[in-house]
């Protein structure tokens, strides 16, 4: 449904279809909601924003570190040890903090299709600052890590390029994690 | 014929259901899994169900949660229990049941897995988490290594389901008492005689009823009804609170000697009690 919306809108606002379009991708269903309705779109370039949290053996990424696997039902990418046990993830975005990711978005990486980027919970947390400064949108800090791929892909891109980012929650349920984040931090 | 079929067979000739008790392999670790295994055979263990713990046993109630966590924390692996399997195997006959989640094999290679369980000695193998629909890739291999793959039945399974499961069945079928997960429960459903005598009525291989079952009385009260008792977390609750003791592959014994016991006096059968001290 966000998808179709997001599509009628951006052909609404600029005459059409973006460039590229960026989701964060914990489970998937954020991103999922976005991209089916364009995957027949070539020339719309995807990017899943994966929760690269602390680092390495301390994150959610489970395209850029998992193996093919099967859990809850599903098999797809899934953090994983080399006889199969579950590997423990992390990632300042509760939504995010999962050790598998849905199948459809792993056919898709295998498709390339979608293209899959990791951002870590600190690039995350300057994301939700940048959105809130500069638009006066909190994002939710699953959200917040698209908003930080695009604030780093955005100045390699031509002035008349489109990006569309998936906003899909508030940040005001993150920010005492975020509070205590930055407390850490100094 | 598998070891499984044989042993139930030979059962069935003089009317006694199955005791499979279930335990965690390296809970508190495989040495003491060794010693538990053989000690489950001596007191009357028909089969065994051996445990592979998974991180994210979601099938599994806090009691084998926690021994699943205890058995990985020492390194248990599918690996190091078809070790554990082939070294029982020199002077163990019990059939030999692993029970566990998909990821693990999956990982480990579905035709690797079935021909090294086989060669180790394992009979069955029970996945949880693979329903029947999805394990034709598994039990290609199975099949072909002469393994039981071992599907479940629930309380909530519609008898077409019962049907189409029972077309894939070996071994046995393992109906689930309870719908949740595996723990002890105070009392089993009203309903558990009907559900299983229905199953019972079109299957094609034994019923074994698992889930809940705890004490020597319900032990009885399932032998009545069903081909094979199967118990778990009791077992895994006593390992847990004797562990590091010096009784406790005795006591481990004295509680399945017990369910024996129980087992075999619900059905009147010979050795069903003690000799009389002289």
């Known amino acids: 449904m966000i998808g179709r919306e997001a599509r009628k809108q951006i052909r609404q606002r600029e005459r059409r279809l973006p460039d590229y379009l960026i989701a964060c991708v914990g489970g998937g269903s954020n991103a999922m909601g976005l991209f089916t309705a364009f995957l027949a779109d070539s020339e719309v370039r995807m990017i899943g924003v994966e929760a690269g949290g602390l680092g390495e053996g301390k994150n959610a990424a489970s395209i850029a570190g998992g193996h093919v696997g099967v859990l809850h039902g599903s098999k797809s990418y899934v953090l994983q040890d080399e006889t199969g046990q579950i590997r423990d993830t992390h990632s300042l975005a509760p939504g995010l903090d999962y050790p598998g990711v849905g199948p459809e978005l792993s056919y898709l990486h295998d498709q390339r299709r979608v293209e899959y980027v990791t951002v870590s919970d600190h690039q995350a947390v300057e994301g939700m600052k940048l959105l809130a400064e500069t ?12 908003v930080a791929y695009a604030a ?3 100045p390699r891109l031509r002035s008349d390029q489109v990006v569309l980012i998936n906003l899909s929650g508030r940040g005001d349920k993150d920010l005492q994690g975020v509070a205590r984040f930055l407390g850490e931090l100094h | 014929m598998t070891r499984i079929t044989e042993t139930f067979a030979a059962l069935q000739s003089h009317g006694e259901a199955a005791l499979i008790p279930y335990i965690t392999a390296g809970d508190p670790d495989l040495e003491v899994t060794f010693r538990l295994v053989h000690e489950l055979a001596r007191q009357g263990a028909d089969l065994i169900e051996l445990g592979v713990p998974f991180s994210d046993p979601m099938a599994d109630g806090p009691t084998h ?3 699943a966590e205890r058995a990985l924390r020492r390194g248990t692996s599918l690996a190091r229990v078809l070790d554990l399997v082939q070294n029982l195997r020199r002077t163990l006959s019990v059939p030999l049941i692993l029970f566990t989640y998909y990821n693990p094999i999956f990982r480990y290679g579905g035709e690797r897995f079935a021909r090294d369980a086989r060669q180790a000695g394992v009979d069955g ?3 949880v988490d693979l329903p029947p629909e999805e394990a ?11 393994l039981d793959l071992i599907f479940l039945l629930a309380p909530t399974s519609s008898l077409s389901r019962v049907r189409t499961v029972l077309t894939r069945a070996r071994g046995f079928v393992y109906y689930v008492a309870v719908t949740g997960v595996t723990g002890a429960r105070a009392t089993l459903p009203p309903d558990l005689g009907e559900m299983v005598r229905r199953i019972r009525a079109i299957s094609p291989v034994p019923v074994g009823v698992g ?12 032998a009545s009804i069903a081909d094979a008792v199967i118990v778990g977390s009791a077992l895994s609750q006593i390992i847990e609170t004797y562990s590091g003791q010096p009784d406790l592959i005795e006591r481990v014994g004295a509680f399945v000697s017990g369910l024996k016991l129980a087992i075999r006096r619900e059905r009147n059968l010979p050795g069903a009690d003690p000799s009389p001290p002289e």
């Open chain 1, 152 to 154: 780093l892909l955005v």
């Open chain 2, 211 to 222: 889930f809940g079952i705890s004490s020597p009385e319900q032990a009885a009260q399932v």
């Open chain 1, 135 to 146: 638009e006066g949108i909190i994002p939710a800090l699953e959200s917040a890590h698209a």
């Open chain 2, 125 to 127: 193998v029970l996945c």
């Open chain 2, 65 to 67: 949660q926690r021994a």
């Open chain 2, 136 to 146: 034709n890739e598994l039990k290609q291999e199975t099949d072909r290594h002469d």
